[in-house]
């Protein structure tokens, strides 16, 4: 197409956008024209018509009450009726006055309708007054009536008669505004159609010229579509379509740049999908070291590796790839020390190309060549740098190996961080088995030196005898004093000799008594603080990465969430150990206490099922329960029951790939019976966990219930798990007075664990019977007997912000967790790391809840509690305790509200928080203050500030009068000079209200107070402060007095307002 057609084609398609235009305008316009004549009379209607019948009908309604009054009156002799019926008719009135001003044409009808409403009225009010007075004889009675009715039709008639007429004239107007309408509609559906039908000719006559390069340009774009990304696109010469060409030809190239740019991307994602696998399983750190270099290597060209580990501030060779260890390379570096520790300190990838061919050479078996490029880059998690690792090959590394370091190193990081972990782990356990061996063979020495001097007792015993005997002979025979003298000598000489060995072998066994005891201390010491310093950051572990797995914001992709959930079940996982090593411990010291209680088996075999009905599911297993002829309710420990079942029925879904668990509670077992003589002389019942899984062979049947010791050595590494579980439910069942057998027939054809209980348990430790009273009881602490506290330990502040809680805590990572959730839940945390600078903090203000952890540097956490707790300022604030060590019972005599043991879920310290605030903003005191003068309100509210005091300042007696019936407020303080009133009559006016009946006011005005005038404040108010120059500090010491008492009382469970 020519320059002069491409013109004239313009022109004509902005003829048609222009005629077009003016079409569509003078549519536009016809239509405003019809709406706007339609709405002014439909704002006629409402706003005239319609409230002229509203007005009507309000004024019928008005007739319909004067009538009643009126009524009433002559029917009670009522004289307020009589009023009221008048007062009626004023309002009648003052209608047909506002119907004539917003209908004025209707002037005359109006004024007829008042004048017949006036002469029934007259007469009705005329009737009813003298019928009240009682003037009116029968005959006069009947004529009045008759006269009132007769005027009463009269406006009846005239008001229906103009009612009528302006409902015609509402129906007409609603009809013409309807006929309008439909001729507005008729025309305006004309020249629309006629708009329309040029408009298409139109398109059609232009578009014509232009569908044959639309629908080359269509073709192109659904090849793009089906991915033919090769097709050529032709542009022609002269034609408006040659743009759209050009847009498609750079949308085929854009799509070629994006395919490039994912085939890469995901060839990378490939990649660490190989290298997280080579990662898997527990493998040392120098076999995951070499793992992860392995598998660099087979991705790219790589022809030397090696692996360095952070250790302190210094970086140590792991493990390598390809590396020729011959002594010349140096195996650690400090941080800053060439690349290696420069990249370490910089925490920076290091890429160099073109090094000297003496700086790195690979060898092989067959030659030998020159890696020409290094690279060198950091492994960081979290912003702690775990390794540094650097890789040589032969070509350069371009940017799809860097993109793949720079993805895979976090990973990489956090699974040497991981390796390090079970490493220190292991060690641990290693020293804990040591340590206990140790024990046992302590225990074994001081078993010998008792029987040897438990032999030595009986010679001495046997000497004593033969001497009484002897002394017993020479009473006999006189004649042989001399001789027996001398042998008795002897004899006495021998039994001194032996005394003395007595008393060095007593001497002996004392101090294996006291190594016992203090290997016991030391066992008791080393597990305490293990639980401790490891529940400790193992609670930031598992809240964060419960945290990461919720994955709120977002942010995170699946794989990462994933990981997460493999820390928060790793974290879990090292949980349960430490939990089943403190249980086994305090087993072997008899530490256990029982709570018992009423428990129903029912309700047991619900929970059972609930626990286990997942599981069962996601095996593919049938969970079998029975319940047969047990009583209602047995009286055991329920805590330590439901463990035991736990462990077995665990223990049962685990071994069992298929078939089903049948778990089954009776009286009595037909095949087993319980050796135990207690249970035999006794009422019992029998707890019976029966699977069909590997089975247990006859001679490990009794092996699986020592600690740490499985069936067989490689269904720990099949199956997971310590081998505690067994251990520690045999132990529970012993100290609850039961027994446990298992029975199976061999490998394969199952297992059945039969557990026998008492029904009634008297709560006493079998353990602590059978040892002769080892089991170590806490003891409640006197607290009063102890010294007194050091003096800057002495609390004296009185102020108290509700709002704020105190948070103790020496892990700064959890004390900053903890400070987040309160901050979430509105509070306002103050943190602090020893108990120190937390009493020191007290000194000076008050919070509303204090979160204490017991393992703190310094003063340590119990005698934080005791400090607080026997202070008076201090001991009604509630203290929650957050703590690692096993210290329930103690904590909770000692006054803490509560316990959280580490480590805590999010959900659990969630819930401490929700009870925080409810504890604190629930509950926080507010504060009236009515005062007019706007300083002295600015002096009040710097005041009532600064101590963290909540409050609402009103002007005026009318404001507070509306608060104190809108709220509820805890103290008052007020000024006796007001705008609208007297202070004295605002405080009667609140003392009448019973809500308000208690609350303490307080006078605080600048006016001479008279004896007169003080005697009548005092029945009303509760303390009356002169503005003067103390006046400030006086009145903030009698409200703080007043909101302290309101505190007490709800402490004592009363309100004030009652």
Not at 351 to 368: A, Q
Not at 524 to 553: A, C, D, V, W, Y
Not at 959 to 967: D, F, I, Q, S, W
Request: proline fraction near 2%; glycine fraction near 6%.
């Amino acid at each position: 197409m020519s320059e002069n057609k491409r013109v004239t084609l313009k022109i004509q398609t902005a003829i048609c956008i222009i005629i077009s235009a003016i079409g569509l305008f003078a549519f536009n316009w016809m239509n405003y024209s019809a709406n706007d004549n339609i709405h002014q009379q439909l704002s006629r209607l409402k706003n005239v018509d319609y409230m002229v019948l509203v007005g009507i009908h309000s004024l019928q309604m008005k007739q319909a009450e004067i009538d009643r009054a009126y009524e009433r009156s002559l029917l009670e002799s009522d004289v307020n009726s009589l009023n009221k019926g008048r007062n009626l008719v004023i309002e009648a009135k003052n209608k047909i006055s506002e119907l004539t001003h917003i209908l004025p044409d209707a002037n005359v009808s109006l004024g007829g309708i008042e004048t017949s409403l006036i002469n029934y009225v007259n007469a009705l009010d005329e009737y009813a007054k003298d019928y009240i007075e009682g003037k009116l004889d029968e005959r006069v009675v009947f004529s009045m009536q008759e006269e009132v009715n007769k005027k009463r039709n009269v406006y009846e008639q005239e008001l229906g008669l103009f009612t009528e007429k302006i409902a015609d004239n509402y129906k007409e107007s609603i009809r013409q505004i309807q006929d309008q309408g439909f001729s507005a509609f008729k025309m305006e559906a004309a020249i629309g159609v006629v708009l329309v039908s040029f408009i298409c000719v139109i398109t059609v006559v232009l578009v014509g010229s232009h569908l044959k390069n639309l629908i080359r340009a269509t073709e192109v774009t659904h090849a793009v579509k089906k991915g033919n990304l090769e097709i050529e696109i032709t542009k022609p010469k002269d034609s408006e379509t040659a743009a759209l060409m050009d847009g498609l030809e750079a949308m085929r190239d854009s799509l070629k740049e994006k395919r490039s740019l994912d085939e890469l991307k995901s060839n990378n994602q490939h990649r660490l999908s190989r290298l997280n696998d080579a990662m898997r399983g527990d493998l040392t750190l120098r076999q995951l070291s070499q793992q992860v270099l392995s598998s660099m290597a087979a991705e790219f060209d790589i022809l030397v590796g090696r692996l360095f580990c952070i250790d302190g501030e210094v970086l140590e060779y792991v493990a390598g790839y390809a590396f020729s260890e011959d002594g010349e390379k140096k195996n650690s570096y400090i941080l800053g020390e060439s690349l290696v520790g420069q990249c370490a300190l910089d925490k920076k990838l290091i890429c160099i190309s073109d090094v000297p061919e003496s700086y790195i050479s690979v060898s092989s078996s067959t030659g030998e060549t020159i890696a020409r490029n290094l690279i060198i880059f950091p492994l960081i998690h979290n912003q702690q740098l775990t390794g540094v690792i650097e890789l040589a090959a032969l070509s350069e590394f371009d940017q799809e190996m860097r993109s793949y370091i720079l993805d895979g190193s976090e990973g990489v990081a956090i699974a040497v961080n991981a390796a390090k972990s079970r490493e220190k782990l292991s060690d641990m356990l290693g020293q804990t088995q040591a340590q206990a061996q140790a024990m046992e063979n302590q225990k074994e020495e001081l078993r010998v030196t008792n029987e040897e001097l438990e032999g030595q007792a009986r010679e001495l015993r046997s000497s004593e005898e033969n001497m009484q005997a002897q002394q017993e002979e020479l009473r006999v025979m006189n004649e042989e004093l001399e001789e027996r003298t001398r042998m008795l000598d002897h004899q006495k000489q021998e039994i001194l000799k032996k005394n003395v060995a007595l008393e060095k072998s007593k001497e002996v066994m004392l101090q294996k008594t006291d190594q016992l005891e203090m290997s016991g201390q030391y066992k008791s010491e080393f597990l305490s603080t293990m639980s401790h310093e490891l529940r400790t950051p193992l609670n930031s572990i598992l809240i964060l990465s419960q945290g990461l797995m919720n994955n709120n914001k977002k942010t995170l992709t699946d794989k990462e969430v994933e990981h997460a959930k493999v820390i928060h079940s790793s974290g879990e996982d090292l949980l349960s150990l430490i939990n089943d090593i403190l249980d086994l411990s305090k087993v072997e010291e008899g530490k256990f206490e029982l709570v018992v209680d009423e428990v129903s088996p029912e309700e047991l075999m619900s929970i059972i099922e609930q626990q286990f009905s997942f599981e069962a599911e996601k095996k593919g297993i049938e969970l079998k329960l029975h319940l047969v002829d047990v009583p209602e309710f047995v009286y055991l420990d329920k805590h330590r029951l439901n463990q035991i079942l736990r462990n077995f029925l665990s223990n049962s879904f685990k071994f069992t790939e298929k078939g089903c668990v049948e778990l089954s509670m009776q009286m009595e077992d037909s095949v087993f019976q319980p050796d135990r003589k207690s249970l035999r002389d006794g009422e019992y019942f029998v707890i019976k966990v029966k699977d069909t899984g590997i089975g247990i062979p006859l001679d490990k049947q009794q092996s699986i219930f020592e600690a740490f010791q499985q069936a067989d050595g490689t269904t720990s590494r099949q199956y997971g798990g310590t081998g505690l579980g067994l251990t520690i439910s045999k132990e529970l069942s012993n100290i609850m007075g039961g027994e446990i057998k298992v029975h199976s027939d061999g490998e394969g054809k199952g297992a059945s664990f039969i557990l026998f209980l008492p029904i009634r348990h008297d709560g006493s430790n079998e353990l602590e019977k059978n040892d002769g009273g080892l089991v170590d009881r806490i003891v409640q602490q006197d607290i009063s007997s102890k010294e007194p506290l050091d003096a800057p330990h002495v609390i004296s502040s009185t102020f108290v912000d509700e709002r704020s809680v105190l948070i103790v805590e020496d892990d700064l990572e959890f004390a900053k967790i903890l400070g987040e959730l309160a901050e979430g839940f509105g509070l306002n945390p103050w943190i602090e790391n020893n108990g120190e600078d937390a009493l020191l903090l007290l000194k000076d203000k008050l919070p509303g809840s204090i979160i204490l952890d017991l393992g703190l540097p310094g003063i340590g956490g119990l005698e934080v509690l005791e400090i607080l707790k026997n202070n008076d300022v201090t001991k009604d604030i509630p203290v929650h305790v957050i703590s690692g060590k096993e210290e329930s019972a103690s904590v909770l005599a000692m006054g803490a509200v509560d316990l959280l043991n580490k480590p805590a879920d999010k959900n659990s310290i969630e819930g401490l928080f929700q009870k925080i605030k409810h504890e604190t903003l629930d509950t926080a005191k507010r504060l009236l203050i009515i005062e007019d003068d706007p300083v002295q309100q600015q002096a009040l509210h710097d005041l009532f500030s600064v101590n963290h005091m909540y409050f609402d300042v009103v002007d005026s007696g009318a404001k507070a009068e509306h608060l104190l019936r809108e709220n509820d407020y805890d103290c008052i303080v007020m000024d006796l000079r007001l705008p609208d009133s007297s202070g004295l009559d605002i405080l009667r006016r609140l003392r009448s209200l019973d809500k308000n009946n208690h609350v303490p006011a307080i006078i605080y005005t600048a006016m001479d107070v008279s004896r007169e005038m003080e005697a009548e404040l005092r029945k009303v108010a509760d303390r009356i402060i002169l503005k003067s120059g103390n006046a400030m500090d006086r009145l903030l010491s009698e409200t703080s007095l007043f909101l302290n008492w309101v505190d007490t009382q709800r402490i004592d469970g009363r309100d004030i307002r009652d």
